[in-house]
């Protein structure tokens, strides 16, 4: 066993004597030890019942034959975080969290790993970590939220989001019931998309993404996944077993399927290279274009992730898309997906059918996700095609320039923003941020005016998985390189062709290359702390904004 080196023999009479004042006995000292990476804590909604799942895994582990160990990581709350200076700490915790991994693991050479995660940026600080240790792991996702219930209509917190600017007597009752517990919000936002794709990579039993917080099948495929990975473990099968460029390609189909988040543009290619492996945008466009959309899922459509559980999940997503997947792919369970979707039979058929498209019949043609390129951004921007209305997949407009999320709020508050407009968002990035923050804010402001089927925004940050519209993100370079987005000015014509995969600054190169001459690198908005240390190490969006 690995952990041998920290426990067996003469030499390590002393690295018993402390793990024996924890409690262990000589058989224990001599058992597989896992690491239970837990995020639980008593700020986020989607951690609060993840101590609850750890004793599960716990219990797993113990009744297979091994001795869990749990410890901690920190995790943000987006949607606490939103908003205001909080956001900018919510990607760069990302790292950190993949980091405390690595040193927890690393300086106790544990045999293995089950992940508990939930949330946004959690999730892939988890798998990230997962890549670059290479052991053993299982990964089990704390589930979603179930929907409020308010006003005679199921409720999530884009509700709230896109309503408080309106106010009106409605609003403390949607305050009050759009987020009844435990849970990732109830959407396909960032956090429930993460979780699919952990899933579909192979990282997560069947079934898992999911099942709800407070559905006691995640207690028992809690216990499920503790056992398992002692059979990991004895079989030394590790996560770079499991992830590999069939099973992101996988991953990414499912993503396009589903109608995933924007963010796991960022997330997918930095998980992608932790485990020495290459994705790219142009590679998550043509999967996209090659996968119909096949499950109308909130915010984009009006089904929750509690439709697609009782539809079957994920293994009836991946069932439908068999002919697309690379069936060889290994999962956590042992079995092949192909072997995993042989088995697969829907619980509730009529469920299935409804919420869950054919690929004759799908949603969309193509997948949730498009990237474009253009002038205004040379190496890549993101949008969630599936939420954008068809009168706003292609559009022209002149531009409303803001230096910041606040000042752009200011602006949208004021009545700044008219039909036709196209909003732009810069020094959001991760370097101009820094930490690209999330601008849901803005967004839901826009939508909360009505505006939303008419005026597009247009930002070198990054979206909320909760954002819809013509919304679009990670415009690359970033204005705090000197991207093209820092030249635009008050009015300038911007096209938008969502079908063409295009969006272009409709200036000629000479006036551009005068005001690039012109522009100079604004001061730092923070110069002290993580995020000083962040802004100097992290790469371009397009790169998935790692640190290098």
Same mark, same amino acid.
Not at 136 to 148: A, E, R, Y
Not at 494 to 501: C, E, L, S
């Given at each position: 066993m690995r952990s041998d080196i920290a426990k067996a023999g003469a030499q390590r009479t002393p690295h018993r004597a402390l793990f024996k004042a924890t409690g262990l006995t000589d058989e224990e000292i001599c058992r597989p030890f896992i690491g239970v990476v837990n995020s639980y804590n008593e700020l986020i909604? /989607?951690? @609060?019942?993840?101590?609850?799942?750890?004793?599960?895994?716990?219990?797993? @582990?113990r009744s297979a034959g091994g001795v869990p160990f749990e410890f901690q990581t920190i995790g943000v709350c987006d949607g606490i975080a939103m908003g205001h200076a909080g956001m900018r700490y919510s990607l760069p915790s990302r790292e950190l969290i993949e980091?405390?991994?690595?040193?927890?693991?690393q300086a106790h050479q544990l045999d293995g790993l089950v992940m508990i995660p939930s949330c946004d940026k959690i999730v892939p600080?988890?798998?990230?970590?997962? /890549? $670059?240790?290479?052991?053993? =792991?299982?990964?089990?996702?704390?589930?979603?939220?179930?929907?409020?219930?308010?006003c005679d209509q199921e409720l999530d917190l884009i509700n709230v989001s896109e309503s408080w600017m309106a106010g009106g007597e409605t609003l403390p009752f949607l305050e009050e019931h759009a987020c009844p517990g435990a849970g990732s919000c109830a959407g396909l936002f960032t956090?429930?998309?993460?979780?699919?794709?952990?899933?579909?990579?192979?990282?997560?039993?069947?079934?898992?993404? =999911?099942?709800?917080?407070?559905?006691?099948?995640?207690?028992?495929?809690?216990? $499920?996944?503790? =056992?398992?990975?002692?059979?990991?473990?004895?079989?030394?099968?590790?996560? $770079?077993?499991?992830v590999t460029e069939k099973s992101i390609e996988n991953a990414i189909r499912v993503d396009m399927a589903i109608g995933g988040s924007t963010n796991t543009v960022l997330h997918m290619p930095a998980i992608a290279s932790e485990f020495n492996l290459d994705l790219d945008l142009v590679t998550i466009d043509r999967i996209s274009r090659e996968t119909p959309h096949l499950v109308n899922l909130r915010p984009g459509g009006p089904h929750h992730l509690i439709d697609l559980d009782r539809a079957g999940g994920i293994p009836a997503i991946m069932s439908k898309l068999a002919s697309k997947l690379n069936l060889d792919a290994l999962t956590v369970s042992g079995k092949t997906l192909g072997e995993e979707i042989a088995t697969f039979k829907p619980v509730n058929p009529k469920t299935n059918a409804e919420v869950i498209a054919s690929l004759d019949h799908p949603v969309h043609a193509e997948g949730g996700i498009a990237i474009l390129y253009g002038s205004l951004a040379p190496e890549g921007c993101v949008v969630k095609q599936t939420a954008v209305s068809a009168a706003m997949l292609k559009h022209e407009g002149p531009a409303k320039v803001y230096d910041s999320e606040e000042d752009s709020m200011a602006g949208i508050m004021a009545g700044?923003?008219?039909?036709?407009?196209?909003?732009?968002?810069?020094?959001e990035g991760p370097k101009g941020g820094p930490g690209m923050r999330e601008t849901l804010a803005p967004t839901s402001a826009i939508a909360g005016a009505g505006l939303s089927e008419?005026?597009?925004?247009?930002?070198?940050?990054?979206?909320? /998985? /909760? =954002? $819809?519209?013509?919304?679009?993100?990670?415009?690359?370079p970033e204005a705090a390189v000197g991207g093209p987005i820092a030249l635009v000015r008050q009015g300038d014509l911007?096209?938008?062709?969502?079908?063409?995969?295009r969006v272009d600054l409709l200036v000629e190169p000479a006036e551009l290359a005068r005001r690039a001459g012109e522009w100079k690198e604004p001061e730092p908005k923070i110069k002290t702390g993580v995020l000083a240390r962040y802004r100097k190490s992290v790469t371009s969006a397009s790169k998935g904004g790692v640190l290098r």
């Open positions: 909604p /989607g951690h @609060i019942h993840l101590d609850k799942i750890g004793q599960a895994v716990k219990a797993g @582990i980091d405390s991994i690595e040193i927890m693991a600080g988890h798998i990230m970590a997962a /890549g $670059r240790l290479n052991l053993p =792991t299982v990964v089990v996702t704390g589930g979603p939220m179930l929907p409020g219930f308010a956090a429930n998309t993460m979780a699919c794709m952990t899933e579909a990579l192979g990282l997560s039993l069947p079934g898992c993404a =999911t099942i709800h917080a407070v559905d006691a099948r995640k207690i028992r495929i809690a216990k $499920r996944s503790g =056992t398992r990975i002692v059979e990991l473990v004895n079989k030394q099968i590790a996560a $770079r077993d499991i700044q923003i008219k039909a036709g407009d196209v909003v732009i968002i810069r020094y008419s005026v597009a925004l247009i930002t070198d940050g990054r979206f909320s /998985g /909760g =954002t $819809r519209g013509p919304c679009i993100g990670h415009v690359s911007i096209r938008i062709d969502i079908p063409g995969r």
